[in-house]
Each structure stands twice: as C-alpha cells, then as structure tokens.
T-cell receptor, first 114, second 117 residues
Framework: AQSVAQPEDQVNVAEGNPLTVKCTYS??????LFWYVQYPNRGLQFLLK????DNLVKGSYGFEAEFNKSQTSFHLKKPSALVSDSALYFC????????????WGAGTKLIIKP | EAQVTQNPRYLITVTGKKLTVTCSQN?????MSWYRQDPGLGLRQIYY???????DKGDVPEGYKVSRKEKRNFPLILESPSPNQTSLYFC????????????????FGNGTRLTVT
C-alpha cells in the first residue's frame, strides 16, 4: 500500500537553531513530493515540491527539502528557525498509479521556542 | 486576489439535518477537491473533480455528495449528517489541463469547522 509517514507528531526547536521535519514515503514509480504548512485557523499553504532534478529544493520562507531516493525520504529543513515558523507541516506525495491523487502524511506540529 | 472561498467557517448542526458547504475559486482551475482533517489522521480526501460534470470518490466518500455544475463552484453536501462527520473540512483547487499540471500545487480555502450533535 502506498503511504506517507511523518514519524514525529511534534518537533520542538529553539529559535535560531536548525530544524528538520521528517517525511518518508512508500509509493510505486517516481514520486512527486510536496510540503505544505498550516498556520492556526488557516488553510494549507504550499511550501515546496520535488519533481525531478536536483535533490535539494528550495521553497518559501527559507525552507528547503532534500529528496533521498535510496532512503525514500523528503525531509524539510531550515538553517535557522523563527518563532513564526511554528505551525503544522504536512508532507504529501503524488504517484502516477494513485490516479495522481495526493497521499498525505498525518502532519507534524513544529514549535519554535524563543 | 487569487483565492478559494469556503462558507461557512463554522457550522453547528444536529444529526440528520441536511447541509451544504460552499466552495468557490477564482483561478479558473479545472481540478477541485474536498478533504477532511482529523487529529492524527492528516488530510483524507472525500471527493474530487477533474472538471465540470466530472466527479470521483476519494478515500472517505460515504455520507457525502458533491456536484460540479460550474467550473468555479464545488459544493459539499451532507444529506443526513452524523456525529462522526464532525471535522474540519477543506476545499482545494489546482490547474488540471496539461501533463505538467500534476505538479501544480493545491490552493486551499480557510476551512469549515463542522460540529454535528
């Protein structure tokens, strides 16, 4: 079965420190990978995507993500966390044999402490 | 401003009373979708539509109906709501017209929090 796993329900980071939010996936074929962020009382917003090419992709708000095919991972990273980065983060994958529908992770709550 | 608009934002109703949550987008997107968000479960797709008059079931379609009579609107209908449909609902849209459009990101509304008692 195709799936996306975000192994951490919550990640706590001190402001100014680097952050990583983990995502692993299991799909058939070449995946299209996405990260979305949800701020309180808002809908999800697109952060970045990996389609093909360079394994390190850069996105909005200084975030980046590294695609690792051998580990089937797509971890979200930021070199220096801001308090305003506190939010709920979702990883999603679109696979060709899922009729191109997105498969979502359960979400990781990121808390940045001043 | 490009946006997906859902109404209402909050809705409290009783079991069995039919309701409709509206969704409208102004980006001329072909693809629209409804999700429900529950703690620990992430987003689960209810229905989606690839274009006008084309709808398909997602992962959790039971108890829901949709229609896509116009490109911009994709209402979600609960004919007989039950307490297990208490959830946060999101409508989303994206381009769907070329082979590259599967890479297009989704644009989300701000959500509708539904409580069924």
């Amino acid at each position: 079965a195709q799936s996306v796993a975000q192994p951490e329900d919550q990640v706590n980071v001190a402001e100014g420190n680097p952050l990583t939010v983990k995502c692993t996936y299991s799909v058939s074929g070449n995946p299209y990978l996405f990260w979305y962020v949800q701020y309180p009382n808002r809908g999800l917003q697109f952060l970045l995507k990996y389609i093909t090419g360079d394994n390190l992709v850069k996105g909005s708000y200084g975030f980046e993500a590294e695609f690792n095919k051998s580990q089937t991972s797509f971890h979200l990273k930021k070199p220096s966390a801001l308090v305003s980065d506190s939010a709920l983060y979702f990883c999603a994958v679109r696979a060709m044999d899922s009729n191109y529908q997105l498969i979502w992770g359960a979400g990781t709550k990121l808390i940045i402490k001043p | 401003e490009a946006q997906v608009t859902q109404n209402p934002r909050y809705l409290i109703t009783v079991t069995g009373k039919k309701l409709t949550v509206t969704c409208s987008q102004n980006m001329n997107h072909e693809y629209m979708s409804w999700y429900r968000q529950d703690p620990g479960l992430g987003l689960r797709q209810i229905y989606y539509s690839m274009n006008v008059e084309v709808t398909d079931k997602g992962d959790v379609p039971e108890g829901y109906k949709v229609s896509r009579k116009e490109k911009r609107n994709f209402p979600l209908i609960l004919e007989s709501p039950s307490p297990n449909q208490t959830s946060l609902y999101f409508c989303a849209s994206r381009r769907q017209g070329t082979s590259n459009s599967y890479n297009s990101p989704l644009h989300f509304g701000n959500g509708t929090r539904l409580t069924v008692t």
